[in-house]
């Protein structure tokens, strides 16, 4: 249910008292910028990166194998959480507060509804021809 006008107005005024009242509690509860969240997580994927490379290549000078390996796999987890990072960064028209996602929440992919429309096109396309 949406607020009233009125109600909207109140609650600006609320936030603005709040600010002037006290600013650095006021930020804390506005939430953290999508593109800092983002950022951030990227750089933790580069830092991860150059230890899986660190890793991978203590593994071939000491000719350990299961360490090269290991270096591999921890290159491969980081730059997927960077590429994965990189598509979330929001553009500039997009910047506002956020809640950082849960790690056990589940998001649709934005290809899978025009995916399901299609196939279910194509099915009825197929049945309609074997009908005839």
Request: no cysteine.
């Amino acid at each position: 249910m949406p607020l009233s006008e009125n109600e909207q107005r109140m609650l600006e005024q609320m936030e603005r008292a709040l600010y002037e009242e006290d600013p650095k509690f006021a930020t804390q509860l506005k939430g953290s910028d999508a593109r800092a969240f983002y950022r951030k997580r990227l750089a933790m994927a580069a830092v991860v990166f150059a230890v899986g490379i660190a890793a991978l290549l203590g593994g071939a000078v000491a000719q350990v194998w299961p360490v090269g390996v290991v270096g591999f796999l921890i290159m491969l987890g980081a730059a997927w959480l960077g590429v994965s990072a990189w598509r979330r960064i929001p553009g500039p028209n997009e910047i506002g507060a956020f809640q950082a996602p849960a790690g056990s929440t589940t998001r649709k992919k934005k290809g899978s509804a025009g995916f399901m429309s299609r196939a279910e096109d194509r099915w009825k396309k197929r049945r309609d021809e074997m009908g005839r």
